[in-house]
């Protein structure tokens, strides 16, 4: 439910409002607009009549449904748009985040290389994978601590910020200590523990969707990290699972419009795994751009043909830097800016 206040209505009236929708059970979430606050409910969807009487309180002007499942997600808890600090770095406003690196982090070499190289494109934010979950247990797995060491040299050497992937809930206060971002992978999106680690961890997070999940899904696992009080959600379309094989994964960019009208929460695409080839990675970023994502995650990598992971999906840095011109024509086209 949402407890939409009258506008100007006072501290103690709201607080009042706290109190009583924490006395019935539920949990408050409060969105202080320039005009008027309004306290999202959450909790048993059964109890929902005794909240409904709490319009009857002084300064409230008003009780409704929300009608998603996934409540503090939903553009009927919050019109406007969220914009996710990074750092300094906006993600969701008029200026498009760029995010750009490795698949993995594989030595100070690779990592510094790659970090210069994708700011000198224009990229704000650096990725790379300390912990990376892959599919065969004989793969290269990541530097762990050591790739984080790694990528904390990078962001000091360049000023960049950094993204890297948590893969489960023990290592979450760990890989925050090092990184702005903490990524949840496709793989772990329905991963509830490590959903509630990151929802108390004091960090944005990038959640990536579930290569076999509905944009329902999606929204859902974010309702999980926002309702344990972490509203720095940026959801990440990355491909989904089809018939096709001509790629590795089929980019749904269905989900980009999709998720705007949805939700509040900005999104971004990833077109490297979306198509899992270095052939499509700038037509697809294009297009993400001009669906309406908020920004793009590109794998970019000194020397693709000798990368532990990825490396056929990855960008030289010469190609990224075309990428990035070619975003640029695109973005001015959808009024937005790199
Ligand atoms: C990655 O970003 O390198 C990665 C593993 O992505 P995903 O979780 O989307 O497969
Ligand atoms: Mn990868």
Redesign the pocket.
Known sequence: MIIVMQAGAPEEQLQEVLRRVEELGYQSHIIRGTIRTVVGAVGDERGKAKLQSLEALAGVESVVPILQPFKLASREFRPQETVVKVGEIEVGAERLALIAGP??VESETQILESARAVKAAGATIL?G?AF??RTSPYSFQGLGEHGLELLARAREATGLKIVT?VINDRDVELVAQYTDML?V???NMQNFALLHSVGEARKPVLL?RG?SATIKDLLMSAEYILSHGNYDVIL?E?GIRTYETATRFTLDLNAVPVLNKLTHLPVIV?PS?GTGHWEYVTAMARAGIAAGADGL?V?VHPKPDEAL??GLQSLTPERFQELMRQVALVAKAVGRTL
């Open positions: 698949c993995a990725r994978g990376k979950p992937e990524q992978g496709a793989r990536k290569m990440c990355r990833d795994h995650i794998e992971s990825d």
